[in-house]
């Protein structure tokens, strides 16, 4: 039997020019989850990473972290199937039309514009909506890739994973909430597509998720695991 450990990677810069750069908070949480994996000598025999500066980022302090000990941190293998979705970006294209035509939109808009304070609370609000409409197809944008696209991608890069992995091996792969979010629906069969999106706001950044693969069966282990974090450390962008 083998272990699949698909991590999260840690707090983004949520808000700013560029959301894919690690903030100062997510550097920490990369830090102290290296920290824990090298202190409690965790051994991977394979390591995968997405292509996004995030999920890179977060890889390279668990492996300054395994440097700092001395301990053996396998190359790691870049995937691009393990990259997220691209929810942000859509939402900041089809953001102005929903903002002229959609009233749910608006309000929220008009409330942020008001109260300074819920800007940040107001903004999920909105992504959250934006999502459930771009999964079943009620909001479009052409652009970028869709949902549906992206569920079929990390279906492939499960499958290499999974392709990839003897018998016995541990094996980490750092990624992100929405594709985490994917992987466990193939394991758990769900098909509600709007489920299995909503998920996505429920993996924390730097959770160790954790898999059994064995003879063809790949089953849920554990979710959300986070003993490298304090209360005041655990967040969810």
């Not at 292509?51 to 001395?70: F, G, M, N, S, W």
């Not at 107001?122 to 909506?129: A, D, L, S």
Request: aromatic share 10%; charged share 25%; with cysteine.
């Amino acid at each position: 039997m083998s272990d699949i450990f698909f991590i999260r990677h840690a707090q983004a810069s949520f808000g700013a020019a560029n959301y894919d750069k690690l903030s100062e908070k997510g550097i920490q949480q990369a830090k102290d989850l290296g920290k824990y994996l090298a202190q409690e000598e965790w051994h991977f025999d394979q390591v995968f990473c997405g292509p996004l500066e995030r999920q890179i980022h977060t890889c390279d302090e668990v492996e300054k972290a395994y440097i700092e000990k001395a301990l053996i941190f396998p190359q790691r293998q870049i995937l691009l199937e393990l990259k997220e979705h691209s929810a942000t970006e859509a939402m900041k294209m089809a953001l102005p039309r929903l903002i002229e035509n959609d009233p749910f939109v608006q309000k929220l808009q008009e409330d942020a514009a008001k109260n300074h304070e819920r800007v940040k609370g107001n903004t999920m609000k909105i992504f959250q909506y934006f999502m459930e409409g771009w999964v079943n197809g009620k909001i479009e944008v052409p652009e970028y890739e869709s949902w549906k696209a992206f569920r079929s991608a990390v279906r492939e890069g499960l499958a290499k994973i999974l392709n990839k992995v003897e018998k016995g091996q541990k094996v980490a792969a750092f990624t992100s909430g929405g594709t985490i979010s994917c992987i466990l629906a193939e394991s758990l069969k769900m098909t509600d597509e709007e489920r299995i999106v909503a998920m996505n706001l429920s993996i924390r950044n730097t959770a160790i998720n954790q898999w059994k693969y064995s003879r063809g069966q790949f089953n849920l282990f554990s979710l959300n695991h986070l003993p490298h974090l304090t209360d005041e450390m655990i967040t969810f962008v």
